[in-house]
């Protein structure tokens, strides 16, 4: 769109014509920001809270109405108790992050960076990893009888410990030597091990909060550029080359090929029309749409709640977004306000890529939609995220921005 100024009326006398001048992108961005920034951070903060206290009250009621027709009647009140029980932890792991902040949790980055690498590692260790549909991206944990999945907690702790080496490195980071390149071979490594699960998906989310707090954390634009170009379509090129269900995915999504799981989503969507089926009315889960409880948790959303169901969703997210750039632009503190940043944008992408995926905007994945699908290291990870970013509005200093 363009702007016109306009100029005096004696130079309009003289049959001068309005200078036109054209918003760039970067122009647009600031005006955004401009609008969004705040002075005092409590605000946006409870904004963000309560749109997550709203999606995980939304999940919890979407996972008891899938629960009602796909488990046994005997078995259905044990359901409903573990299906809480996720959620009131995670509601405590939020709070407790909170309590510690970016601040308070700082001192534990170095063990936490060594229980990821070492997490990361042992799930290619036989008799300790669990393989599910040919992946072995989870641990098994026999003392509570579960799983869990490394690569959440990675994206975790890897923000803070690129936030520290930020702040600690200063304008050094822009060193390409020094600063740069040891931060991103430590980011690839680890890159790499969730690639090898294989999980290309959650890599790649992985490889985009890592870069995008690096980006933001002070390093150059050209060293982003193109480690986000070899990075990512290197893990393209390696999954095309490597696995036939990528190469598969991939004709999926450019229609090439078909998939039943994809067309189904999109039939169960498109079932729900205006208002949804209602709540345990919804048929698609027992006509062979798999993982409705998790990977495709849009899906149920559309059919049992519709269009005004995907529009409330989406509008929670939308909000979640809005408050947290306020959110981030409101810390005064360089190290809470990289904290806050990646970690509230690591929540953002995985929720648009699990809605990219379901509607068919993305090739195949599995991706939970944060704090609505099921699963319970992915669901207390998300709440650890949001809990530590809100907790850098508990101390903001009287000092001049940084």
């Known amino acids: 769109m363009a702007r016109f100024r306009r100029r005096p009326a004696a130079q309009l006398a ?16 600031d005006g955004l920001t401009r609008r969004a920034f705040v002075l005092d951070p409590t605000g946006p903060a409870l904004g963000v809270f309560f749109c997550v206290l709203a999606l995980i009250a939304l999940g919890f009621l979407l996972q008891v109405s899938h629960a009602a027709t796909t488990v046994p009647p005997e078995a259905l009140q044990g ?5 809480l ?13 909170f309590h510690l902040g970016p601040r308070g949790i700082k001192r534990f980055v170095p063990a936490l960076t060594a229980v990821v690498i070492l997490t990361l590692a042992a799930v290619y260790v036989p008799f300790v990893n669990a393989h599910v549909n040919g992946s072995r991206r989870w641990l098994e944990l026999p003392i509570v009888s579960t799983t869990v999945q490394p690569s959440e907690l990675a994206r975790v702790v890897i923000v803070l410990w690129v936030a520290g080496r930020c702040v600690q490195l200063g304008p050094r980071v822009q060193d390409a030597r020094t600063g740069y390149l040891p931060m991103l071979l430590f980011g690839l490594m680890l890159f790499g091990l969730i690639l090898g699960e294989p999980d ?27 480690s986000v170009v070899l990075g990512g ?10 696995f036939a269900y990528v190469r598969e995915r991939l004709a999926v999504w450019i229609g090439e090929s078909s998939n039943d799981q994809v067309t189904r989503a999109a ?20 006509a062979n749409l798999q993982y409705m409880q998790s990977d495709y948790v849009f899906a149920l959303v559309g059919e ?49 890529l699990h809605v990219q995926v379901v509607t068919g905007l993305a090739p195949p994945k599995g991706m939970n939609l944060p704090f609505i699908s099921e699963g319970g290291s992915a669901l207390i990870a998300s709440c650890l995220a949001i809990g530590l970013a809100l907790g850098a509005v508990r101390r903001v200093p009287d000092s001049p921005r940084s």
């Open 85 to 97: 029980g996720y959620r009131l932890l995670g509601l405590a792991v939020m709070l407790g992050a």
């Open 233 to 242: 379509g290197g893990a393209l090129l390696l999954g095309v080359s490597l």
């Open 79 to 83: 359901e409903i108790v573990h299906l």
């Open 200 to 226: 290309i998906g959650g890599a790649l989310l992985f490889l985009i909060c890592f870069i995008s707090t690096l980006w933001v954390g002070g390093a150059r634009q050209s060293h982003v550029a193109s």
């Open 267 to 286: 039939e169960a969507i498109a079932s729900g029309d205006l208002f949804g089926v209602g709540f345990g009315h919804g048929g698609f889960r027992n």
């Open 304 to 352: 049992e709640l519709g269009f005004v169901g995907i529009l409330v969703v989406l509008g929670l997210l939308f909000s979640y977004v809005w408050f947290s750039l306020r959110l981030v632009l409101s810390i005064r503190e360089r190290y809470d306000a990289l904290v806050a940043f990646g970690l509230l944008v690591s929540v953002a992408f995985q929720a648009m």
């Open 14 to 29: 003289g049959m001068e014509l309005p200078e036109e001048h054209q918003l760039t992108f970067a122009e647009r961005l």
